[in-house]
Structures are given as C-alpha cells and as structure tokens.
C-alpha cells in the first residue's frame, strides 16, 4: 500500500505519527507471528488429510493446492514483516531478499483468489448439473485446471519482478543498500494498464463471480434441502440417496462458507485499492497525515487477508470425514461374543435336503451348487470337488407345497443365479 503513496509522503512530523506506530507493532509484531503460526499448522494438518488416499476427489483437489498456497502466502507475509525489526532490516541479505518476497506473496494471493474462483464455478456444475458434473469435475481435470491456474497467474504477476531493484547508496561516506523503483515501473504504460489489469483480474472480477456464484449455490442448496425433506417424509426407503444428497449439500455449505470469508476479508482491501486507483488517476497527492492513515488501513487489511489465508482450514475441517475402514462389510460379532462357524457348500447342500425345500424330485446337485455358488460369490458351472453325482431325493410328504402348484411359479432361476420376476432368491423360496 505504502509503494502507491511514496511519492506523495512528507517528512513534516505529523499527529498520527503515533497512531501509525502503535498500529505496526500490534499488527506486525504481535498479531502476524500468531496468526502465521495458527494458519501454519491448520493449513498443513488439512493438506496431510485431503491428500489421503481415501480422500481423492475433484473438490479436494482444490483445497489441498488453495492451502498449499495458502501457507506459501503466510510465510512470505511473515517474512516481509520482519523489515520493521532493525535488526532484520540492516542485514544486506534481507535487502536483496525483500523485492523477490514481494512479488512471490503477491503470486501465492492471485492463485489462492484463482483457485477460490476455480473450485466455487467446479462446485456450480456438480450441483446445478450433476449428471455434467460427473463427468467434468474429476481429480484428472481437477488437477489439469490447478495447473492452468497457477501458470496464468504466475505469468500474470511474473512482470513484477522487475518494479524493483538494489541499489547502494553513499549516505555520511557510508554505503547502505536501499531498493528502489525501476525505470520500467515508472511508464505510463506500466502504471495504467499493467496496474489497472491486475486490479480489475484478481480484485473486482473476482468479486463478481464469487458473488454471482454464491448467490446461486446458496439458492440451490436451499431449493435441495427443502426438496429432500419433502422426499425423506414421503419416502423413508430411499436413505442412501437422502445421506448422498446431505453430503453435498455439506460440502457444497462449506464451499459458500470458505467464498464468505473471503469476500469479507478481501472486501477491505478491495476498498482500498479502489481509493487508491482514484487518487493515481485524478494525480491527487497526500498529505503526511492523510498518507500515515493510508499506510494504518493498509496494515489493517494486510491482516485480514492473513485472516482469510489462516481460517479457511476450520472451513475445511467441517467437511472432512475420513471413511471407516470396513463401513460396507458386515459388522463383526459384538466384543465378547463367538461369531458364528460359516457352513461349508457341502453342509448347506445337507441342510437344503434335510428341510425339504425343493419341489421336484429330480433336481440334481449341480443345480444346488450353482445356486449355492451365486451366494457364495463362487462361479457357476464350475464342480465343486464334495459334489454328489446323483439325483438328490426331496421328501414331498413334508407338505411344504400346495398340490398343483408348478415349481416355476415359486420362484425358480436358471443356473446363472438371476431373480425370476416372483422376486425370490435363487431356488430358495
């Protein structure tokens, strides 16, 4: 902020001067290092978890590279705050290093504002067209698109490499090292195009797709919900398709949730850039007050886009749910209790025999084993080794059947185990 008022700014003590200080150590030195450490550990325990294998989709995809960057932005912000210790200050090595900081904070913010656009159009799809949106919004593309998205905004903000450069400087016979603007920073063409393009491509058009986004995301997830409470009180069969649609309507809550922040947290500097852009092009200067203040709001916003860097991990955090290891098996026997000897095919073939249960006489073995084998997830077809080759005899004075009643109208399959339109289980009633 303090780059776009150098020019403007006089030595003439001022009543602010205070204010301003004060302003700097609370932010720089007290309120950076503890908002770097808390967004540093959140950010990096997410980007262990959505990385999991268990984890991989195409929204996650974008979370974990918006959070790389993310803690990519809070240690280059860290770093830059160190030049208001002296100690820091005067060394040669922060000097040269200090520039280079600059632009490649300025990079990590312009990816995380891409991304966040990114991944809020990705979540449109899958909900306003989920059927599209199965096919488009993959990991693979997912990935694809993070690429394009890096590459367009290093490309984008790569010209800020060469605003500044070191100099030293003769001061009292003594050398000090000092950065200053180039020659290149200070054309027009620089000034007003150059500027004016990175302020409308990663500021205000950000902010009207964000808000245009959002608005129609919160209005569908609306629409949904109220859509599925109407369908879980008519229907309570239908609880797999009512859990699927809850999780995306919490993923898609979340999504509107990390997009709010930002725009509340970008929305102040936003401002300011705004007034800024004003005073360049109307060639209005400030007073050494009036700059003092510009200078405290720019440390103020500054911090509360380290805010938006830091917090979106709790964001993330009410949409991770790691799978349970086993969740589509069976469940296993209670702690304590003998879980149940599973029949052999030989043992279920003796037990079938023994209740009864077939209808003609002349139903053979291979006919069992098959139906068996479809069970068992064995394949049809193939001998089983304890097989017996001879007809299997079925006690029909058990009386389990009506007289008359044909074999097929009880459900009978073919050997390939499907359902007959009786709804029965293969040769079982």
Not at 131 to 148: D, E, H, N, S, Y
């Amino acid at each position: 902020m303090s780059n776009a008022t150098s020019n403007d700014l006089f030595d003439t003590p001022c009543d602010n001067d205070y204010s301003l200080e004060m302003t700097r150590f609370i932010v720089q030195k007290i309120l950076v290092p503890f908002i770097t450490s808390i967004g540093f550990v959140g950010n990096l325990l997410c980007i262990i978890v959505l990385t999991h294998k268990s984890m991989v989709s195409s929204t996650n995809c974008y979370l974990t590279a918006l959070a790389i960057f993310d803690i990519s932005y809070l240690i280059l912000s860290f770093t830059l705050s160190l030049k208001h210790y002296a100690v820091v200050k005067s060394l040669e090595a922060y000097t040269y290093w200090y520039p280079y900081a600059r632009t490649f904070t300025d990079i990590c913010s312009n990816v995380s504002v891409c991304l966040t656009v990114t991944f809020s159009l990705e979540r449109l799809i899958a909900v306003c067209y989920p059927m599209k949106g199965r096919v488009i919004c993959t990991p693979q593309r997912a990935r694809f698109i993070t690429l394009l998205v890096v590459t367009f905004a290093v490309i984008s903000t790569f010209p800020e490499f060469f605003e500044m450069k070191t100099v030293r400087i003769k001061n009292n016979n003594t050398v000090v090292l000092k950065n200053t603007e180039t020659d290149f920073a200070k054309t027009d063409a620089y000034k007003i195009f150059y500027y004016h393009y990175l302020v409308l491509t990663f500021t205000f058009l950000p902010f009207i797709l964000l808000s245009t986004f959002n608005g129609i995301l919160v209005r569908t997830v609306y629409s949904a919900m109220r859509i599925r409470k109407r369908m879980t009180n008519s229907y309570s069969s239908n609880k797999q398709n009512a859990r699927r649609q809850a999780e995306q309507n919490r993923i898609t809550i979340m999504l509107i949730g990390v997009v709010i922040v930002f725009l509340l947290c970008q929305s102040p500097n936003a401002a300011l850039i705004l007034y800024l852009t004003y005073l360049d092009s109307n060639d209005m200067l400030l007073t050494a007050c009036e700059a003092n203040n510009v200078k405290i709001a720019g440390n103020v916003v500054n911090m509360m886009v380290l805010i938006n860097a830091s917090i979106n991990f709790i964001l993330y955090s009410a949409m991770i749910e790691m799978p349970e290891k086993g969740k589509n098996k069976r469940k296993k026997s209670s702690e304590g209790e003998t879980p149940r000897p599973k029949k052999t095919n030989k043992e279920q073939i003796q037990a079938i025999n023994s209740r009864g249960l077939y209808r003609k006489n002349t139903i053979d073995s291979d006919s069992i084993i098959a139906a068996i084998s479809n069970k068992s997830g064995m394949q049809p077809g193939i001998p089983y080794p304890t097989a017996m080759s001879t007809p299997m005899t079925n006690p029909a004075m058990h009386g389990l059947y009506p007289s008359g009643v044909k074999h097929s109208q009880m459900g009978a399959t073919s050997k390939t185990g499907t359902r007959s339109k009786a709804g029965k289980s293969p040769m079982l009633i």
